[in-house]
């Protein structure tokens, strides 16, 4: 997974043609907030796609796995 972001927004990049952007926010200190709330349609060319609550599970899995003391600490809210 690839994993891009601005101060107020994230993509997930699957790499299998499934791209997801949630709204959030920086943090001080190397954290960043993502409102699960946004996580809603995939990018084009799947955006008439629901996300499922079980995609948004395995995202944060995946994230979870890939986190380490030099990546930005991810918050899912």
Same mark, same amino acid.
Not at 7 to 29: H, P, R, T
Not at 40 to 46: A, D, L, M
């Given at each position: 997974?690839?994993?891009t972001? =601005?101060?107020s927004?994230?993509?997930?990049?699957? #790499?299998?043609?499934? +791209?997801?952007?949630? /709204?959030?926010?920086?943090?001080?200190?190397?954290?960043?907030?993502?409102?699960?709330? =946004?996580?809603?349609?995939?990018?084009?060319?799947? #955006?008439?796609?629901? +996300?499922?609550?079980? /995609?948004?599970?395995?995202?944060?899995?995946?994230?979870?796995?890939?986190?380490?003391?030099?990546?930005?600490?991810?918050?899912?809210?």
């Amino acid at each position: 997974m690839k994993i891009t972001g =601005s101060y107020s927004s994230i993509k997930f990049d699957l #790499e299998n043609g499934y +791209v997801l952007k949630a /709204d959030g926010e920086m943090l001080v200190g190397g954290q960043f907030v993502v409102y699960k709330n =946004s996580m809603k349609r995939w990018e084009s060319p799947h #955006e008439e796609d629901i +996300v499922s609550e079980q /995609d948004i599970q395995q995202i944060i899995t995946k994230v979870e796995k890939m986190s380490n003391e030099n990546t930005i600490k991810l918050i899912f809210e």
